[in-house]
Structure formats: structure tokens, C-alpha cells
């Protein structure tokens, strides 16, 4: 018989094939020209959105930054010397001149300006950029408020610094301190110990200044006393002499009584009793000066009594003879003039006529009384 069968050695099936290699891979579908135009007028549409965004942004910082097209505000902005500079931005913004404290902050940052800015009264508005805000609040500032003043002859010193403090050029607690402590460069005053603010009574010169608000208090001081020398220089030479009867301080002394004491017609009558007292103690007055105004420095400014002549103080000249301890107010040039130059009297005593608002002058006690007593059973009394 005939064999039949396949030869051996071969199979009669093939081995399958992976289903994954044979079928062939599907290229991805390309987007149609339409989705890819949509796709870039949306990213076109973002930008413009963001940059209108950006756009409108900058141009509103811009406007506060370059300070256009705000409402015309005008204010007055206090920088006092504990004035903190956020606290000083929280004041811009509340008052309209900024609306955007970080952007502030961020010039600020970027000009230094806190080093550029000093304690005082400013009067800025809303025109005012950035530069100019910060410019506008300098110690050299035009923008400074000033003041003028006129210091009356005859206040005390607590009264001049009272003045100064109503209208706002610094106050009565930093011109105390600055008055006590600040050696102030003037021969005439390196005599007078550091400590007391009084030390300065007498050489605070009346006159009319012209000061900013806010000011520092040593150069308010620092002027009136470089008028006081202005005024008082031709006179030095005189008062420095080694034979010279009577020191600076105490021809001031003098000039502050003279200056409480005059009914303003009277300068040199009343210097002249002064001196009369104190050059005779052999007098009736016995080296007293007696006069009335130094109780009233004592008293706190009111009308003198009997008891008030107790007062132990060595400004009381009812209690300790010769000159108070020093001056008793700021005089004027003519009190000092007076004080310089007194007529040449015998008078020792004066009252005040209360007709014509005039003293009159006596030389004894026994004449003072008999026209004290006329005046007083005219007034009833």
C-alpha cells in the first residue's frame, strides 16, 4: 500500500499572527480649518482681553500716580514727629489726595521717600502727582504752612509758649524741653545753668515772626533769641565791661519789671525807682523793691494780695531785697532802654491814679500813703 501521509516534520498549520501586529494603525484625525480658526480667534479674543484688562489697570494707575483726572480736593495734611509713614499713607488715602496705598507704597519705595519727608502742616491737593506730593511734604517745602505771630511785650515765657501752641507752630511741652536743655550758642547766656525752661525768661523778644506749623521747636527758640542778640548787640560792649555796675541778666531783669509795672507812658520814671531802691538801702525802703508784678509771676497771673507777699520765693521782692532771682516777663525794646538809661529822680514810691490811668511818683512813704489813701476813699474804699 501506498503511504499516504504528509512527510513528518512540518506542520500542517502555521502559527497565528498577533491580531495587534496585523491590523494596520489608525493616523490621527487632523481638526477641520474651522476648529482651528476658532481656536485662534479665542486665544486672540484672551489676549485682548487680558491686555484691555492690563490696559485699563495701568492707565488707572497711571492717573493716580501722575495725579490726572481727580476731583479738585485741597487739604491740610499734619506730620507730627511720631507720625509713622503708614500711618501717613492712611491719611493721603482718606483724605482723597491717593486711592491706591500700594502704589504709593511702591513709589515710595523706589524714591525714598520717607527720607524726604519732615514733620510740619501741609496744604496739598489732588493735582498734585506722586513727586510732588512727596516734594510738597519737605522741611524746605512751599507747601509748608506758615503763620505770623506777634509775641506781645511783657508775656512770660508759659505765655509765649501757650501762643505758639494755639496756633500750631509746635507745642508747650517740646518748647519746654527744647528751652531747658538745648545749649543755644550766646556768650550771654553760658551763665545760666541747663535744667529749667524759666532760664530763658526774659530774652524770648517780642516782636512778629513768621513761622511754619509744625516747626521744630529749637528754631523757634533759636529765633527770637538771635533777635533779642540783633537787638541788644551795640549795647554788649557796655554791659561786659569789667567795670560795668550791672550784668546783661540783670538790666533784663530790670526791663521785665519795668515792662509789668509802666502804664506806657512812665519807662524810665519807673526804672528809676528801681534803681533808687536798690543803690540806697539806707532809705525808707530799706533795699526792697516791693513791686507788685513779681507776686503776680508767683501767683499765676492774678491780682496781687497780702498774703501773697508771704510767698517764700526769691522772686518775691516784698520778701528778699535787691533784684529777683531774674526776669519776670519778655520786655520790649523800650523797657530795656529804660532799664539802661533811667531818668535821674529821688523818687522811691508810685501808685496808679485811677482817673487817668497814670502813675504818680512820691519820695516818701508818708507821700505814697497820703495819695493811696485819696484813691481809695475816691473808690470808696
Known amino acids: 500500500m501506498a503511504d499516504d501521509r504528509r512527510p513528518a516534520g512540518r506542520s500542517q498549520s502555521q502559527p497565528q499572527r498577533d491580531p495587534s501586529r496585523s491590523q494596520p494603525r489608525k493616523k490621527p484625525r487632523r481638526r477641520s480649518a474651522a476648529a482651528r ?31 490726572l483726572n481727580k476731583e479738585y480736593v485741597s487739604t491740610e495734611i499734619v506730620i507730627n514727629d511720631d507720625t509713622d509713614f503708614n500711618t501717613l499713607v492712611d491719611t493721603l488715602e482718606a483724605e482723597g489726595l491717593i486711592e491706591y496705598k500700594f502704589l504709593f507704597k511702591l513709589y515710595a519705595w523706589f524714591s525714598h521717600a520717607q527720607d524726604k519727608i519732615s514733620p510740619g502742616t501741609y496744604e496739598l491737593d489732588t493735582e498734585m502727582d506722586y513727586h510732588a506730593l512727596v516734594s510738597s511734604m ?49 556768650d550771654w547766656l553760658q551763665g545760666i545753668p541747663l535744667g529749667d525752661y524759666h532760664r530763658l525768661e526774659g530774652y524770648l523778644f517780642p516782636d512778629t515772626y513768621k513761622f511754619e506749623l509744625g516747626e521744630n521747636p529749637k528754631y523757634v527758640i533759636n529765633k527770637m533769641l538771635v533777635n533779642f542778640d540783633a537787638k541788644m548787640d551795640q549795647y554788649m560792649a557796655q554791659l561786659f565791661g569789667e567795670e560795668a555796675p550791672y550784668s546783661l541778666h540783670d538790666i533784663v531783669t530790670i526791663a521785665s519789671m519795668i515792662e509789668k509795672e509802666t502804664d506806657s507812658t512812665d519807662y524810665e520814671v519807673i526804672s528809676s525807682v528801681i534803681y533808687n531802691r536798690l543803690e540806697n538801702p539806707s532809705a525808707e525802703t530799706v533795699g526792697y523793691l516791693q513791686v507788685d508784678a513779681t507776686l503776680v509771676y508767683l501767683n499765676g497771673g492774678k491780682v496781687p494780695t497780702l498774703a501773697d507777699r508771704t510767698i517764700d520765693s526769691p522772686y518775691n521782692t516784698y520778701l528778699y531785697q535787691g533784684l529777683p532771682a531774674g526776669p519776670i516777663s519778655n520786655p520790649g525794646m523800650r523797657s530795656l532802654l529804660a532799664a539802661m538809661n533811667p531818668d535821674d529822680t529821688n523818687f522811691f514810691f508810685y501808685v496808679l491814679n485811677p482817673e487817668t490811668k497814670r502813675h504818680e511818683f512820691s519820695r516818701t512813704y508818708a507821700e505814697h500813703e497820703a495819695l493811696v489813701n485819696r484813691y481809695n476813699n475816691a473808690n470808696g474804699g
Open 138 to 186: 519737605g522741611s524746605s517745602s512751599a507747601a509748608r504752612k506758615v503763620t505770623d505771630i506777634t509775641i506781645p511785650e511783657g508775656l512770660t515765657i508759659d505765655e509765649v509758649f501757650e501762643l505758639l501752641d494755639k496756633r500750631g507752630v509746635t507745642s508747650v511741652d517740646k518748647l519746654q524741653d527744647m528751652a531747658a536743655n538745648w545749649d543755644y550758642a550766646f
Open 37 to 67: 480658526a476658532a481656536g485662534a480667534l479665542l486665544y486672540v479674543l484672551l489676549v485682548i482681553g487680558a491686555s484691555g484688562v492690563l490696559a485699563t489697570l495701568g492707565w488707572v494707575w497711571a492717573c493716580d500716580l501722575l495725579g
